[in-house]
């Protein structure tokens, strides 16, 4: 088997917690009805339909920004249970939150060691506008939904594309890690190695299976470290 040459990173979830964030995203929506337990419920029931209309999106091959799909399940969600508050500014604190997400524990020595001896890159189904600016402090190549009008799962699989491309390597000698099937599948469609990094203790519920699955970053760069020495 190749070696890995190419670190691929999804953002959200992998290399920070956005869920930290969302008593911060519901306080000033629901002010003195706030409760964690309702926020972290409403923030459920948003989450649902944007992930409803991505996938909608990418069977007809369309496409929108993040933005214009949050504003729409803000408003769907807002609508369904009166909540009085305007759903684009339910948005600005989405996104401004995302942006001061906390890295979890793993993620800056992982990303120390492997910026080190790896090409590395984030590859998120994300606007610019959401990405906290940790990143910048590494040398790291950014691919994003927003900027390749795609997703890293559709058929179009135009920013796994755009990797390849970009580092002049065969698909085999990524590594893409992510917490998502999107992750997963779309990766494993280009023919990139995918690794699922299940921190929750979830089930994989589809048939293409990840080529690692891990609970932390720690275990990555383990095995990244076995494959070499095998090699």
């Known amino acids: 088997m190749s ?5 691929s990173l999804d953002m ?37 339909c944007f992930l409803e209309e991505v996938e909608a999106l990418r069977l007809r091959e369309s496409f929108r920004i ?7 399940s803000y408003n769907q969600v807002f609508t369904r249970y009166s909540i009085a508050y305007d759903p684009a500014k339910a948005v600005e604190h989405l996104f401004a939150e995302h942006r001061r997400a906390d890295l979890y524990p793993d993620t800056e020595a992982f ?3 492997t910026c080190a001896e790896y090409e590395v890159c984030i ?10 600016e940790f990143y910048r402090n590494y040398p790291l190549t950014l691919f994003t939904s927003e900027q390749y009008q795609s997703y890293k799962n559709d058929s179009r699989n135009l920013m796994f594309h755009a990797v390849i491309d970009h580092y002049g390597v065969r698909p085999e000698e990524i590594l893409h890690i992510g917490d998502s099937a999107g992750d997963v599948l779309g990766a494993a469609r280009a023919g990139i190695r995918s690794c699922w990094i299940n921190r929750t203790g979830a089930e994989w519920m589809h048939g293409v ?20 020495q095998a090699g």
């Open 3 to 7: 070696l890995v040459k190419v670190i």
């Open 123 to 132: 590859v998120s189904d994300t606007d610019l506008l959401m990405l906290p």
């Open 66 to 72: 993040s933005r214009d799909i949050f504003e729409q």
């Open 12 to 48: 959200f979830q992998t290399l920070v917690n956005i869920q930290g964030r969302n008593p911060q995203v519901w306080q000033p929506i629901l002010q003195s009805s706030y409760s964690e337990a309702l926020a972290k419920d409403y923030g459920a029931k948003v989450l649902a």
């Open 209 to 228: 299976k990840p080529d690692l699955t891990v609970t932390t970053l720690d275990d990555v760069y383990g095995w990244l470290a076995a494959g070499r």
């Open 111 to 113: 990303l120390q060691r």
